[in-house]
C-alpha cells in the first residue's frame, strides 16, 4: 500500500484564481477527511466522507470551497476566488472505518499560496 | 466546545533523554479519545499514541508513553532514550464519538545531538 497521496503538493496562484486539490486515500478506505492547518497551528477539520457521501462540514468551509469524493475513491478540494487568507496547508486522511479509535492516516498536504 | 492545549510551543532535549510533553484538553464528555500524533519536517504526519479515555490504564508503544490523567484532563507524552528522529512537531488531539479530531497548536521538539 502507497499510503495517502495528494496533487499537487505545492501550489502558487493569484488572489481571484480557482484552485483544485486531489487526494487518493489508501484503497478500500472508507472515510476520507480534509483539514487545513495554517503556520503555527494545528489541523483543522474542514469536512468528511463516508465512500461518497460528505457526511460533515466545518463552518470554516465556506461556499467558496466545495469538496467531493465522486465514486467513493479520490476526492476533490475546490476553492474558488481564492483569497490570501486562503494560503495553507491541505492535509487529507483516511480511515479504513469510522469508529472513534481507528487511526487515521496522513497525505504528506497541499501547501498553497495565493499572492 | 471542546479544546485542546499545548503550553509548550518548542523544547529542546538531549539525545539518549527523557522528555514530557504537555497537553491539557476540556471536554464535558466522559466517551473520548486522545492521541499523540508527529509530524517530522517536510513529511506526513503520523499517529505515535492513542488512548481511550475509559482505559485507566496508561498506553505505551516502544519508547512513547503517555500519563492520561482524567480528572485533571490532562494527557502528557514521554519519549525515553530520546533520538535525532524524533525531532518533529508534536500535536496533541482530542475526538469524540462525533468523529471531529480537534489539534492543539503543537509543541516543536528539537533533539541536542
Known amino acids: 500500500d502507497t499510503g495517502v497521496s495528494q496533487d499537487p503538493r505545492h501550489k502558487i496562484t493569484k488572489r481571484g484564481q480557482n484552485v483544485t486539490f486531489r487526494c487518493d486515500p489508501i484503497?478500500?478506505?472508507?472515510?476520507l477527511y480534509w483539514y487545513r492547518q495554517t503556520l503555527g497551528q494545528g489541523p483543522e477539520f474542514l469536512t468528511y466522507f463516508q465512500n461518497e457521501a460528505q457526511l460533515e462540514k466545518s463552518r470554516l468551509l465556506s461556499d467558496r470551497f466545495s469538496a467531493e469524493r465522486p465514486k467513493g475513491s479520490f476526492s476533490t478540494l475546490e476553492i474558488q476566488r481564492t483569497e490570501q487568507g486562503d494560503s495553507a496547508m491541505y492535509l487529507c486522511a483516511s480511515s479504513s472505518t469510522g469508529a472513534p479509535f481507528d487511526e487515521q492516516y496522513f497525505g504528506p498536504g497541499t501547501r498553497l499560496t495565493v499572492t | 466546545a471542546q479544546t485542546v492545549t499545548q503550553s509548550q510551543p518548542e523544547m529542546s532535549v538531549q539525545e539518549a533523554e527523557t522528555v514530557t510533553l504537555s497537553c491539557t484538553y476540556d471536554t464535558s464528555e466522559s466517551d473520548y479519545y486522545l492521541f499523540w500524533y508527529k509530524q517530522p519536517p517536510s513529511r506526513q504526519m503520523i499517529l505515535v499514541i492513542r488512548?481511550?479515555?475509559?482505559?485507566?490504564q496508561n498506553a505505551t508503544e516502544n519508547r512513547f508513553s503517555v500519563n492520561f490523567q482524567k480528572a485533571a484532563k490532562s494527557f502528557s507524552l514521554k519519549i525515553s532514550d530520546s533520538q535525532l528522529g524524533d525531532a518533529a512537531m508534536y500535536f496533541c488531539a482530542y475526538r469524540s464519538r462525533d468523529d471531529k479530531i480537534i489539534f492543539g497548536k503543537g509543541t516543536r521538539l528539537h533533539i541536542l545531538p
Open positions: 488512548q481511550e479515555a475509559y482505559k485507566q
Open positions: 484503497s478500500e478506505h472508507n472515510r
